[in-house]
């Protein structure tokens, strides 16, 4: 993946007004999850913006994330691209490196109203979404067929260093009126998360290659 780099400063006044103030300002809430599993009651000393989460239900095992609020103007790259990012985050000179989790928008306005990230490392695989490119010239277009893509992205489970831009699927012998499924796939080193059978991509049969059918059926 591409490397981004974001400024960001931990955020201690918490809320709905507090981040409606923030917005006004251009600035953006972050919360930065995936932080490290502590064990309960925890006896450390927390840094500016951390917090504790509960993580089951004996209320012995918690996990530290981290409030962050960061520019509007400096997501902008990040988030309007059909790229994906491994963000390398600075939090008053404290390196971080994290994912794009999750954003909220505004549902008339379209502005974004909250981040999520997600700490990583090179120990623990993440689930992320990669956009599909296809590539090659599929049989069933020679043969007068359309090629569909139905998934633009596909999600896959790996260390994050480990995952690739984009996945490229050739589709050369792609025939008429055939699908590609995520079960007919398969990338060294990723595990595919969606369902088997989800169709990524097919070619259709059209009016004309319909015709040719049933004339080549005479």
């Known amino acids: 993946m591409k490397t981004f780099q974001l400024s960001a400063e931990p955020r201690t006044d918490l ?10 300002s251009n600035l953006i809430p972050v919360v930065l999850n995936g932080g490290a599993v502590i064990d309960l009651p925890f006896t450390g000393t927390l840094k500016p913006g951390e917090k504790i989460v509960t993580i089951n239900e004996e209320g012995t095992k918690g996990l530290i994330t981290t409030d962050l609020v960061v520019k509007a103007e400096d997501v902008r790259k990040l988030i309007y691209t059909p790229d994906i990012f491994a963000i390398e985050l600075d939090i008053n000179g404290e390196k971080r490196n994290a994912v794009l989790k999750d954003i909220d928008f505004h549902p008339v306005k379209d502005n974004i109203l909250h981040i999520d990230l997600l700490e ?26 359309k090629l569909n893509l139905s ?9 994050y260093t480990e995952i690739p831009e984009r996945v490229v699927i050739n589709v050369d012998n792609l025939g008429l009126g055939k699908t590609l499924q995520i079960g007919d796939l398969h990338f060294d080193g990723l595990e595919l998360v969606n ?3 989800a169709v990524v991509c097919a070619v259709a049969l059209t009016r004309a290659a319909r015709g040719a059918q049933a004339n080549a059926g005479k």
């Open 15 to 24: 809320g709905k007004k507090a981040a409606k103030n923030l917005r006004k």
């Open 195 to 197: 369902a088997k059978n």
């Open 120 to 145: 990583v490392n090179d120990k623990k695989p993440v689930t992320i979404e990669v956009p599909v490119k296809l590539e090659g010239h599929a049989e069933g277009v020679k043969a007068g067929g």
């Open 151 to 159: 998934m633009k992205k596909i999600k896959v489970r790996a260390i």
